[in-house]
């Protein structure tokens, strides 16, 4: 019985891993090499990690993407359709140190959007008296914008980046090898502007709940906020970030202006907003706002009234996220604003922040 149990047990685990996985094809689309003199004797799948990374389909499950085949077998195939075995051509020996997929949001000036990457690092060699001379190494990403709701593309066209990446590398190597040759290639995705930077990986996206308590010169109170960005270590990093407020005129200001009381609750979406990285996991913050919501008074007689609340907000503060992948958020602010309050049109406060990034 107890061996009927194990027996279960791992035909469970190999069950959970074969679902699991999913296996991409890479189709061996020929492209264009003129003037060839070379081909690809063997390709050597150098990686640690031999999958293509770990993402989520379109219905949301975790799935771990490899190659089929292998990485070796996929990428010398596809080699071979474009550079044929013929006599009086020269091997060449493939290594791949990078090869994968990643998924990842950006803000952009139309929005939020999805960013599908296949990044790709090869090196290529010759073979003269039994040892290897390197000839030429590259890095490449190949990246497409997505909207946010076409989950389904965005996943399943992980392998043509992949082909149009090493289809790129390897005309780049052709180029090099035959420095005559200065006929521009062509490649699956024409790049616009500028060739992108290497980069390992794409920038890490922190979102983060964060509440604040919050006192100024008139009121005090707490708001509960999202906030989400993608990291850059260079450059100005342009976060999304809303709040709800809560905010209570203090006591005596609210009597000065005759009122027992005034209660604000707002929204305050964050139209400008700057985030600079200063070091790792701490940046300096800098915004611009407008609160919306509305107030409710209390006069001196007991009478209640309502009052519409629009305004411009500023802060400037910092955050320390210590941990990228999940972890506590501690910052502070100094604000100003100007608002339709009828107890204050101008206040200047300061928030403490916590929260957690995920």
């Known amino acids: ?87 009086n051509k020269r091997p060449i020996y493939l290594k791949i140190n990078a090869l994968n997929v990643q998924e990842s949001k950006r803000r952009m000036n139309n929005g939020i959007v999805g960013i599908a990457r296949a990044h790709v690092a090869l090196v290529f060699f010759e073979k003269n008296t039994g040892e290897m001379n390197e000839l030429f190494s590259i890095k490449h990403n190949e990246d497409q914008v997505f909207a946010l709701i076409d989950r389904e593309n965005l996943f399943h066209t992980h392998e043509q980046r992949i082909r149009a990446a090493l289809e790129y590398c390897m005309l780049a190597f052709v180029d090099h090898y035959q420095k005559d040759s200065k006929e521009t290639k062509p490649t699956h995705f024409p790049e616009e502007g500028p060739a992108p930077g290497f980069n390992s990986k794409l920038g890490k996206w922190f979102n983060l709940i964060t509440v604040k308590a919050m006192n100024s010169t008139y009121h005090e109170g707490w708001s509960v906020g999202y906030t989400g960005f993608v990291d850059s270590k260079k450059g100005f990093i342009l976060p999304y970030e809303i709040s709800y407020e809560h905010e209570n005129v203090k006591s005596n200001s609210a009597r000065d202006r005759g009122y027992e009381s005034a209660d604000l609750r707002i929204i305050r979406p964050r139209f400008y907003y700057l985030y600079k990285k200063l070091i790792p996991g701490i940046y300096a913050a800098l915004s611009l706002s407008t609160p919306l919501g509305y107030e409710e008074l209390e006069n001196i007689a007991g009478d209640d009234s309502s009052n519409f609340i629009i305004g411009v907000g500023a802060s400037q503060g910092i955050r320390i996220i210590p941990w990228e992948n999940f972890g506590i958020v501690i910052g502070a602010d100094f604000l100003q604003q100007f608002q339709t309050s009828e107890v204050y049109r101008r206040d200047l406060g300061f928030e403490l922040i916590l929260g957690v990034n995920f």
């Open 1 to 87: 019985m107890k061996y009927n149990h194990l027996y279960f047990c791992l035909l469970f685990l190999v069950c959970v891993e074969v679902y699991a996985q999913e296996n991409v094809l890479l189709k061996t689309v020929p492209f264009e090499v003129k003037d060839q003199s070379i081909y690809i004797e063997e390709v050597i799948d150098n990686r640690k990690e031999k999958q293509l990374g770990h993402l989520k389909d379109p219905d949301g499950h975790k799935v771990c993407l490899k190659l089929h085949g292998g990485a070796s077998k996929a990428v010398q195939e596809f080699a071979d359709a474009s550079f044929p075995h013929l006599e």
